[in-house]
């Protein structure tokens, strides 16, 4: 199958052959099913990238065509499927989440009203919160929380080089954005309105001297908006960045740990 993507992403006339359409629809049914992922942890921790079924996912909207989709009285009108039998599937979906067909949703996850894109991957146990979303292709662990209203990017518009990675056990505080193919690591702790682009400062502060890092949050931190100053043409200004400011304790429970967290650094919760 690989092959046959890599070819017509290269020549685009390949998608008018039905072998490659057929192929194209096979790796969606896959993704949906869970056989198949855009990006998959290895056993060193460690993340591979699969490029070719993202490129799989992109080249799926061309071949498809649009249709009109009635659920009792609402009407919509796209190109792709919604994802059913959640019943068969062991997911609670409340009115009126919505997952696109393509998308893994693993049992136990709990989605309020809420959306899920096409390439996605959510592990058991998640909790999609009100009004949050799921990028197309983001990878998001097992019991994860994403808050209300929370933004994970995808990467389709614009096509990013890797989707945004969300690693078991980790809290994303409401309205939190992450996008770009940033990584949270295990456990992570986001309070409320962090935003994470690829080249947003994240500064640890728990040393004597503050520690830059971009597109990555270690295991386990604890991490707030924070801001620092930019010289401009203009004038000085202050610019948004994320501070870790502490750790989880492996022993601790993920809420106590956030607000004992956040307290300690006079943070309001």
Known sequence: MRSIIEAAWENREL????KTVQTIEQVIEDIDKGKLRVAEPLTDGTWKVNEWVKKAVVMYFPIRKMETIEVGPFEFHDKMKLKTNYKELGVRVVPHAVARY???????VIMMPSYINIGAYVGSGTMVDTWATVGSCA???????????????GVLEPL??????????AFIGSRCIVVEGVHIGKEAVLGANVVLTKSTKIIDTTGNEPKEIKGYVPERS?????????????????VPCALIIGKRKASTDLKTSLNDALREND???
């Open 15 to 18: 998608l008018k052959e039905s």
């Open 102 to 108: 393509g998308a893994f949703v693993a049992p136990g």
């Open 139 to 153: 990878q998001i662990g097992e019991n994860v929380h994403l808050s209300g209203g929370v933004g994970i990017g």
């Open 160 to 169: 990013q080089a890797a989707p945004v990675i969300i690693e078991d056990g």
């Open 222 to 238: 604890v991490v707030i908006p924070g801001s620092y100053t930019k010289a401009f043409p203009a004038g000085d200004f202050q």
């Open 267 to 269: 943070v309001a919760v």
